[in-house]
């Protein structure tokens, strides 16, 4: 953060200063916060939508495909745009608007596809990026130099990106949840190598130690 800082990239703090339509995230759990709000406070919406699991949809709203379908010799392809041509509780049509095919699915396939507004940089590799962004996650625990040279690097002008700073309180929170998932996959570890030599252990401090890790990893 400092060396951004040192370089005039501009930094926000709070989502609610967040204004751009294109953002990069390091977690999926991060492009779903940063989705919902955008298209929450962000977007126009038409008078005719359609709510499923709180969220608003409608006639012409591009989705982003999540995971791979098929169906009769045609393709879902991940990290793809499709719009939505009809949606009710039941159905729902997206096209390709390349291809011009079309796909109508059980509306619990909707979780096949996300919002458009947010992608983790993983999913926006080799893309071009020509309007203001925002790059969330920089200062967490999980990013390293090369995320930030990916996401920086997907933007056509540095001028266009702004820098999220998350909050010191949930970057602690994030140290403590990366060290306990360090610490369960040791453990986890070597359980499978004492399992494998035919060992056994049954210590009772052991196993309450390995039973409070998982309570508090969930």
């Known amino acids: ?24 995230c390091y977690f999926n759990f991060r492009t779903n916060e940063v989705n919902q709000f ?22 012409d709203l591009e989705l982003t495909c999540k995971e791979h379908y098929k169906e009769k010799g045609k393709k879902l392809y ?9 949606i009710n ?17 059980p509306i619990k396939k909707l979780n096949h596809f996300s919002l458009p507004y947010a ?4 999913s926006v590799q080799g893309l071009s990026i020509d309007k203001p962004m925002t790059i969330f996650d920089v200062n967490t625990p999980y990013v ?13 002008d540095f001028n266009n990106i702004t820098i999220f700073e998350h909050p010191q309180t949930e970057v602690n929170k994030l140290h403590q949840s990366r060290a306990r ?15 494998t030599a035919g060992r056994k252990w049954d210590d009772p401090n ?13």
């Open 1 to 24: 953060m400092t060396t951004l800082k040192n370089f005039g990239f501009k930094t926000i703090s709070k989502l609610s200063d967040v204004t751009t339509l294109a953002n990069i």
């Open 38 to 59: 955008v298209h929450k406070n962000l977007i126009k919406k038409p008078q005719k939508t359609v709510k499923i699991e709180k969220v608003n949809y409608w006639e």
């Open 78 to 86: 991940v990290n793809y745009a499709y719009k939505l041509s009809s």
């Open 89 to 105: 509780q039941k159905l729902f049509t997206v096209i390709d608007p390349v291809a011009g095919t079309s796909f109508t699915l």
């Open 119 to 122: 992608n983790t940089c993983h």
């Open 144 to 156: 390293d130099r090369y995320f930030v040279w990916t996401a920086l690097t997907r933007a056509t």
């Open 181 to 195: 998932q360090y610490f369960n996959d040791k453990v986890a570890s070597y359980m499978k190598q004492d399992k």
């Open 206 to 218: 052991l196993l309450m130690l390995i039973g409070s890790m998982k309570k508090h990893t969930k």
